[in-house]
Nanobody, 124 residues
Framework: QVQLVESGGGLVQAGGSLRLSCVVSGSIFSINFMGWYRQAPGKQRELVAGISSDQSRNYADSVKGRFTISTDNAKNTVYLQMNALKPEDTAVYYC??????????????????WGQGTQVTVSS
């Protein structure tokens, strides 16, 4: 089994900062991609930031210059540093990993794994 456990959400005033963390645990063979998505009420889930195994990063246009994604591969942890937060950043943030698990004999095909979500609320 794979578990993604997020932490770091909360309530912050506009202009403030938060740092989200997500730890991936389980019988991991390889992680190909890790990312943060968010979903605001009444809206579709959207990719906020992602980082691939080659360390290439991509960001939603709305967060470029304000958010930074990083990883600690030794800890299978992905972070999202969010600065200059705006009320429109309010959403539930989900951690995502595209990973291949080890079944004891061989690696399994890559699959999508999700955290339970953490609420980020930015007040004006």
């Amino acid at each position: 089994q794979v578990q993604l456990v997020e932490s770091g959400g909360g309530l912050v005033q506009a202009g403030g900062s938060l740092r989200l963390s997500c730890v991936v645990s389980g019988s991991i063979f390889s992680i190909n991609f890790m990312g943060w998505y968010r979903q605001a009420p009444g809206k579709q889930r959207e990719l906020v930031a992602g980082i691939s195994s080659d360390q290439s990063r991509n960001y939603a246009d709305s967060v470029k210059g304000r958010f930074t994604i990083s990883t600690d591969n030794a800890k299978n942890t992905v972070y999202l540093q969010m600065n200059a937060l705006k009320p429109e950043d309010t959403a539930v943030y989900y951690c995502n990993a595209v990973a291949s698990m080890w079944d004891g004999l061989r690696p399994r095909p890559s699959d999508d794994y999700w955290g339970q979500g953490t609420q980020v609320t930015v007040s004006s």
